[in-house]
């Protein structure tokens, strides 16, 4: 099975940028689609965005289409989120997931890397 440790989360102010990182270990990278999802205090978890397994299609909520992008490297087995123009209310803990094709469910999780912008 495989392996996800984040990195890459922060402070930033409002409007600038972060990069986040999920490193694999453990399994064929290739097999799993991939998703971020993020966690605010008080509120449930949510998808950000995903990527199949090629990298090929992805998939974004609303409230980040056209500031976030997801991209995977089957070569180093990373996934990455590039977050531009921040806001607030993108302040949280981020997590990547993976599952393979097939399973509706994310069964692996990383550990999570806080995300925080000030206004």
């Known amino acids: 099975q495989v392996q996800l440790v984040e990195s890459g989360g922060g402070l930033v102010q409002a409007g600038g940028s972060l990069r986040l990182s999920c490193a694999a270990s453990?399994?064929?990278?290739?097999?799993?689609?991939m998703g971020w999802f993020r966690q605010a205090p008080g509120k449930e978890r949510e998808s950000v965005a995903r990527v199949n397994r090629s990298g090929g299609a992805t998939t974004y909520a609303d409230s980040v289409k056209g500031r976030f992008t997801i991209s995977r490297d089957n070569v180093k087995n990373t996934v990455s989120l590039q977050m531009n123009m921040l806001k607030p209310e993108d302040t949280a803990v981020y997590y990547c997931?993976?599952?393979?094709?097939?399973?509706?469910?994310?069964?692996?999780w990383g550990q999570g890397t806080q995300v925080t912008v000030s206004s």
């Open positions: 997931a993976g599952r393979k094709a097939g399973d509706s469910l994310y069964n692996y």
């Open positions: 453990g399994g064929t990278f290739s097999d799993y689609v």
